[in-house]
């Protein structure tokens, strides 16, 4: 069953470095998302990607967040500098269409020291 | 603002027990999802329910939805200790890419 992967599992980084986060969605899939879960909160959407730009983004994605598709499969999260507030566990999404059911992958978790 | 909230947060119950799960929202919105998360995991979907009085079963699990009271439940009927997870609501936005808006989750503790 095809499946949304994502890279790495866990990434330690040291607070104003540059992270990128990756995503390799469901190959016929034309939405993607990411989210991400501070530990033992609920789940926040940051931003959504459709034909290839941005479609909506929260207050939570802001300057120093980026989202790429560089080559058709990979889907990216950069953080440019990254806060300690930043720990968390991040989730990429995606689904076929707009109202159709959205598939997580197993999340990348983000810690900042 | 879309919220969503859900009771209650912690469910303690043993097995062998119903009990249901209330999801609550402020806004218009006629797709609802349900998803479990097991500690350290990620989102499973349960349930995808797409229109007023959709109700959806799935083993010991059912789930409805009512768009004019913005309500949706999740019952677990007969619980056995392998429901034990946190369980999350998300209501995406008419109009939206599909963005998901979540609750905080139920964390769900089935007891033998």
């Excluded at chain 1, 866990?10 to 016929?28: A, D, F, K």
């Amino acid at each position: 069953e095809p499946e949304v992967t994502q890279t790495p599992s866990h990434q330690v980084t040291q607070m104003g470095q540059e992270v990128i986060l990756r995503c390799v969605p469901i190959s016929n899939h034309l939405y993607f998302y990411w989210y991400r879960q501070i530990l033992g909160q609920k789940v926040e959407f940051l931003v959504s990607f459709y034909n290839n730009e941005i479609s909506e983004k929260s207050e939570i994605f802001d300057d120093q967040f980026s989202v790429e598709r560089p080559d058709g499969s990979n889907f990216t999260l950069k953080i440019r500098s990254t806060k300690l507030e930043d720990s968390a566990m991040y989730f990429c999404a995606s689904r076929a269409t707009s109202g159709g059911e959205q598939y997580f992958g197993p999340g990348t978790r983000l810690t900042v020291t | 603002e879309l919220k969503v909230e859900q009771n209650p947060l912690f469910l303690s119950m043993q097995e062998g027990k119903n009990y249901t799960i209330y999801c609550n929202y402020s806004t218009t919105s006629d797709r609802l999802y349900w998803y479990r998360q097991d500690p350290g995991k990620s989102l499973e979907s349960l349930f995808v329910l797409l229109s007023n009085g959709a109700v959806k079963q799935e083993g010991r699990l059912m789930a409805s939805l009512d768009t004019k009271a913005r309500l949706s439940t999740l019952h677990i009927t007969a619980a056995v200790h392998d429901l034990s997870a946190t369980y999350f609501c998300a209501v995406d936005i008419i109009g939206s890419q599909g963005n998901l808006i979540f609750g905080k989750g139920t964390k769900l503790s089935v007891k033998p």
